[in-house]
Structures are given as C-alpha cells and as structure tokens.
T-cell receptor, first 111, second 115 residues
C-alpha cells in the first residue's frame, strides 16, 4: 500500500537549523516534494528530489534516500516567518502525476 | 511570476445544490489537478487532467464530481449534489509536464462550506 509519515509538530529557535523527516512507502515512486503551507493558504513548492542525495536551494535543502524510503527537509537560519506546516508528498508513477501528501509537520519558530 | 488563480475564494451552499469551482492554470501548463483539504486534515488528490481527458482520479472523485476545460484558459470542478462532507478547501494545481519539470503549483483555494 501507500503510506507517508512525518512528525506532527516541531519547535525550533530563530537562527537555528531544523530537520524535518519524512518516511514513505509506495510501489511506484516518481519523486518527492516538499511544500510549505501557512494556515488557510495554498501549499507553496519548496523542493523536489527524484534521485538520491541532497538538493540545496538557499536556506532550504532536501535529501532523499529511495532505498530507505526516507527524505528530510533542512531549514537553516530559521526566521519567524518560517513558522508554518511543511508537507512531504510523493508522486506516483502512472499517467496521473498524483501527489500523496503526509499530514504535515507544524513548525513553530520561537525567539 | 505566473500564478494559478481560483474563484470564488469562498462559497457557501445548501446541501444538494450544485457548485462549480473555477481555476485558471498557469498559461503554458498542460497538466491540471484538483485537490481538497478538509479542515485540519491532509491534502488529498481528487483528479488529474491532461489533453482534455481525466488521467487519474481518486476514490473521492465519484459520479457527483466532474471536471471540464471549457475554453483555453479555465479549468472547472463541478459537484452536482453537494453533501455536508464536501465542506473543504479545494485547491487547483497545474504543472508544465509530467516529468522532472512537473512540479505542481497550487492556486489559493476555494473554501466550500455546505450547510
């Protein structure tokens, strides 16, 4: 079957680094996406991995291990505006490009 | 920067009524999607659409749901007879392709409340 897990909540300090983990199970994998979602708003694309390894985009990096069904999102130099829900999603093979989302990790950045 | 737009932002309807949610995908995108998010829950896939056909649909997308691309810019989701449990935020998304450039970009959503 298909499954995706991530922690429900995390708290971190402004200026620090935080790592949000995601594990997934699927029979047909075609990429792992991270989105940011502020309350009441749309998911905003952050990062994408289809091959193993680290992708870096400014303060955000994402890592993928396909053999372990594992990804993480790394946020550096945390800012108060980074307080949001971070959604992990995998894309399935097949013609539909369906994204299957986790429940999201609510990150709270404190002073 | 091009964006997906959706109208209306909010819709209140009575149970059993039909609603049409409208989306304008990013102009050079070819793949279109609808997702929904019930309050406090995860984002759920409803349907994907390419070349004027449904590519994939979920179990949620039953006979009460339909999608249409009535012209060159709009993409609509119709719910024929709304139920209380259809109350959710509905997101439209689009992507340029299905491959490595196939990042899905989401619109701001329509919040549907069924009374």
């Amino acid at each position: 079957g298909q499954n995706i897990d991530q922690p429900t909540e995390m708290t971190a300090t402004e200026g620090a680094i935080v790592q949000i983990n995601c594990t997934y199970q699927t029979s047909g994998f075609n990429g792992l996406f991270w989105y940011q979602q502020h309350a009441g708003e749309a998911p905003t694309f952050l990062s994408y991995n289809v091959l193993d390894g680290l992708e870096e985009k400014g303060r955000f990096s994402s890592f993928l291990s396909r053999s372990k069904g594992y990804s993480y999102l790394l946020l550096k130099e945390l800012q108060m505006k980074d307080s949001a829900s971070y959604l992990c999603a995998f894309r399935s093979t097949g013609g539909g490009n369906k994204l299957t989302f986790g429940t999201g990790t609510q990150l709270k950045v404190e002073l | 920067e091009p964006e997906v737009t959706q109208t209306p932002s909010h819709q209140v309807t009575q149970m059993g009524q039909e609603v049409i949610l409208r989306c304008v995908p990013i102009s050079n995108h070819l793949y279109f999607y609808w997702y929904r998010q019930i309050l406090g829950q995860k984002v759920e896939f409803l349907v994907s659409f390419y070349n004027n056909e449904i590519s994939e649909k979920s179990e949620i997308f039953d006979d009460q749901f339909s999608v249409e691309r009535p012209d060159g810019s709009n993409f609509t989701l119709k719910i024929r007879s709304t139920k209380l449990e259809d109350s959710a935020m509905y997101f439209c998304a689009s992507s340029a392709s299905a491959g490595s450039q196939g990042t899905q970009y989401f619109g701001p959503g329509t919040r549907l409340l069924v009374l």
